[in-house]
């Protein structure tokens, strides 16, 4: 089995359990497992045989995510469904299209890659550039605003109107201070967070990934 035959077959069988963006998730990952092992000088042949047949990888992986409880075995009666009727025809019937979208989709995987990381570095110069920039700003300002309180005491003194009046102004700002502060860091936090949703959309999932090598430690043994 050459490797465009088992990426085919994978994607085919996968596509009867999981939706279409976990699907290209687990491709991903299998191709960077590829792309590693080739570069550690194996064949596609020896990695190919390594992990075993593609319908058997999805059937493991569906009990593993059953087994795991991330799924109920209801949630993969179409899967099933499909086991049950027979696949050979379908799956023949298929492999031509399905070889196609996986050769575009490796031709197109740095690109796509590139283009992502490109487009996160401008938004994220922008976001935490604004974000950063106000914050800071706000905080200045409020802190500048503290620093004429000695002058509102001595305004107060001359005008004879109690300096208590000025309890409410005080905690106004200081309050103001810690406010900005929140959201300056929550602010930060929800762009950092984003920023690894796109990067583990570029890398693919750590739990395919984990799923791999613990079905070949499993096999080896």
Known sequence: MRKEEFFSK????????????EVEEIIRDYEEYFTD?????????????????PEDIVEDMVQTDIEDGKYTRED???????????????????????????KTNSRFKTLESFVIICVL????????????????GIEVG??????????????????????????FPVMLVIGSFVFVFIITYLLVKLGIG????????????????????DKITKDEV
């Open 10 to 21: 994978l994607r085919f069988y996968l596509s009867k359990a999981y939706t279409q963006d």
């Open 37 to 53: 092992g080739i570069h550690e000088g194996e064949t596609e042949e020896k990695i190919i045989k390594s992990l075993g047949d």
């Open 76 to 102: 993969f009666n179409t899967y099933y469904s499909f086991k049950n009727d027979g696949n050979e025809d379908e799956y023949k019937n298929n492999i031509n299209v399905d070889s196609y979208k996986f």
């Open 121 to 136: 570095i401008i938004a994220d110069i922008c976001y935490f550039g604004t974000v950063l920039l106000t914050g800071i």
């Open 142 to 167: 409020l802190i500048s605003s503290m620093i004429l309180f000695p002058t509102g005491l001595n305004l107060l003194s001359v005008l004879e109107i109690n300096k208590l009046m000025l309890i």
């Open 194 to 213: 984003l920023n690894k949703n796109v990067i583990g959309y570029i890398n693919g999932t750590k739990k395919t990934t984990k799923y791999i090598n």
